[in-house]
């Protein structure tokens, strides 16, 4: 899987849209980003994932860029319970997931 | 929604004593569940791949004879950490993939083993 490279933390603040960065510059053509967040002593959960097109749901947006070599995850609204460490993940559609460091994302009053 | 529970939440056990942590789909079927390790301001390492009636995958490092992993049915798979220490102290998660259907993982909420 290609390796993703991520600031190590930001502040937002609540109600503002998060713009989470994420570079994949050897990413493959087969390769999607999946997107994962894990709040403080929880498990990770799921946020999204695309492979070329934009993607959006209930959560937040994924912008790819033309390239493919980076993207930004997008929390429209951030609320305090968005606070957590985000991982963005190049991986192609096997099972496994390789976790990097992540950014802590802390969302400010 | 997929939903996959681990179970105890927390652990305290003696050194040298064995601990069975338990991880469950709850509305689907998994062939194939994970079973990930987090230390303390860590991301998390995956430590073995384990699929439905047959023996788990471990990484490269992981005592497979240390920890050991079933998983008899498409809803369960058990990661039983066998002999431990103070050292195998951790946060032990496990994530589910469906069946059928997506790649996604689902995760489950982690269970913090404390090793005295």
């Known amino acids: 899987d290609a390796k993703t490279t991520q600031p190590p933390s930001m502040d937002c603040a609540e109600g503002r849209a998060a713009n989470l960065p994420c570079n994949h510059s050897?990413?493959?053509?087969?390769?999607?980003v999946y997107w994962y967040r894990q709040i403080h002593s929880q498990g990770p959960q799921y946020i999204i994932h695309g492979l070329k097109n934009n993607e959006t749901n209930e959560m937040a947006s994924l912008i790819i860029t033309e390239d493919r070599k980076s993207s930004t995850l997008i929390l429209p609204h951030a609320t305090l319970r968005d606070t957590a460490v985000y991982y963005c993940?190049?991986?192609?559609?096997?099972?496994?997931?390789?976790f990097g460091a992540g950014t802590t994302v802390t969302v400010r009053a | 929604g997929a939903v996959v529970s681990q179970h105890p939440s927390r652990v305290i056990c003696k050194s040298g004593t064995s601990v069975k942590i338990e991880c469950r789909s709850l509305?689907?079927?998994?062939?194939?569940m994970f079973w990930y390790r987090q230390f303390p301001k860590q991301s998390l390492m995956l430590m073995a791949t384990s699929n439905e009636g047959s023996k788990a995958t471990y990484e490269q490092g992981v005592e497979k004879d240390k920890f050991l992993i079933n998983h008899a049915s498409l809803t369960l798979s058990t990661l039983t950490v066998t002999s431990a220490h103070p050292e195998d102290s951790s946060f032990y998660i496990c994530?589910?993939?469906?069946?059928?259907?997506?790649?996604?993982?689902?995760f489950g909420p982690g269970t913090r083993l404390t090793v005295t």
């Open positions: 509305d689907f079927q998994a062939t194939t």
């Open positions: 993940i190049a991986k192609s559609n096997d099972y496994k997931l390789s």
């Open positions: 994530s589910a993939i469906r069946t059928s259907g997506s790649y996604e993982q689902y």
């Open positions: 050897t990413i493959s053509g087969n390769e999607y």
